[in-house]
């Protein structure tokens, strides 16, 4: 079974500093998806940011952009110059892309603390 | 236009009540999915719809919950007989497949708490 780890439970970061959350997960699948979404307090979740596995290229969004190691199982995100709005919590999730497959996986979190 | 939208916001049940909790996902969005996420946790899986069809439902955690999209619109995940450990937010969430890949669209959620 696939499995996500989100080893940081809370980061902080400076307004206008660049910050990485971590995320590692376990697969035996070679295709797939991973996302990294957004959930600020007491709204609703969106998504950040998407990346194929079988893309090599590492996606970007404007200030956000990922580092993916497919070898080493890791789905790092970037956040470039902070903004007091980004504080929330990040989750890190995977879905599988093989056909009659829908569950999305879910890391338990990291909340984000933006200092202006 | 309008999002996903879930009702009742907050549900007090006494253990031992059934519950039932109401998803309006995005007009047009063939794919629902359902979601548990207790206090300081992620997102579970609960079950998945497409249109109509339940076509997943390996989340759900026993034979108290159901869940059911008759008419492939609305959703409603039922909950029996109530427990403690039922306390969780419900997340709903409706989907759209593009040129990029699926984009999941959540709704507010309803906080449940059984006493």
């Known amino acids: 079974a696939q499995t996500v780890t989100q080893s940081q439970p809370e980061m902080s970061v400076q307004e206008a500093e660049t910050v990485t959350l971590s995320c590692t997960y376990d697969?035996?699948?070679?295709?797939?998806?991973l996302f990294w979404y957004k959930q600020p307090p007491s709204r609703q979740m969106i998504l950040v940011i998407r990346q194929e596995a079988y893309k090599q290229q590492n996606a970007t969004e404007n200030r956000f952009s990922v580092n993916f190691q497919k070898a080493a199982k890791s789905f790092s995100l970037k956040i470039s110059d902070s903004q007091l709005g980004d504080a929330a919590m990040y989750f890190c999730a995977y879905r599988s892309a093989e056909l009659g497959t829908y569950k999305y996986i879910f890391g338990t979190g990291t909340r984000l603390k933006v200092l202006a | 236009g309008a999002g996903v939208s879930q009702s009742p916001r907050y549900k007090v049940a006494k253990r031992g009540q059934d519950v039932a909790l109401r998803c309006d996902p995005i007009?047009?969005?063939?794919?629902l999915f359902w979601y548990q996420q207790a206090l300081g946790q992620g997102p579970e899986f609960l079950t998945y719809f497409q249109n109509e069809a339940q076509l997943d439902k390996s989340g759900l955690p026993s034979d108290r919950f159901f869940a059911e999209r008759p008419e492939g619109s609305v959703s409603t995940l039922k909950i029996q007989r109530t427990q403690q450990e039922d306390s969780a937010v419900y997340l709903c969430?409706?989907?759209?497949?593009?040129?990029?890949?699926?984009?999941?669209?959540f709704g507010p959620g309803t906080r449940l708490l059984v006493l």
């Open positions: 969430a409706s989907s759209i497949w593009t040129a990029k890949g699926e984009t999941q669209y």
């Open positions: 007009s047009g969005h063939v794919s």
């Open positions: 697969t035996s699948e070679s295709d797939y998806y």
